[in-house]
């Protein structure tokens, strides 16, 4: 059954990876759960550059992490952390869009 990925991980997050990223984390809190997600299609670089809006090359960082049961991908901020015009320096609030994607 189509489910929510907010209801599906046990943790979505986001936080600064250096002034100029900001990192993702989906962490599942069972390996068939993970497994689903993983395997689903519903989380790759493409759907994470359409949710975020964003070019190909600002994704610098995409895998999926067998051993933590979960997938983390790194994006390159559009304008350096801190700097005039920027709106969430410590990249905490970036994550919400990924509460819901629909994983089949």
Request: proline share 6%; no cysteine.
């Given at each position: 059954m189509p489910t929510?990925?907010?209801e599906l991980?046990?943790?979505i997050r986001s936080k600064n990876a250096g002034v100029d990223n900001v990192t993702f984390d989906?962490?599942?809190p069972d390996l068939p759960t993970y497994e689903r997600v993983r395997d689903s299609g519903a989380i790759t670089r493409e759907s994470v550059r359409a949710l975020f809006g964003v070019a190909d090359d600002r994704i610098v960082f995409f895998s999926a992490i067998d051993p933590?049961?979960?997938i983390k991908f790194t994006l390159r901020r559009s304008m350096s952390s801190g700097g005039p015009?920027?709106?969430d320096a410590m990249g905490s609030q970036?994550?919400?869009p990924l509460y819901e994607i629909v994983v089949p």
């Open positions: 929510p990925l907010g991980a046990s943790t989906i962490i599942f933590a049961l979960a015009g920027e709106s970036q994550y919400a």
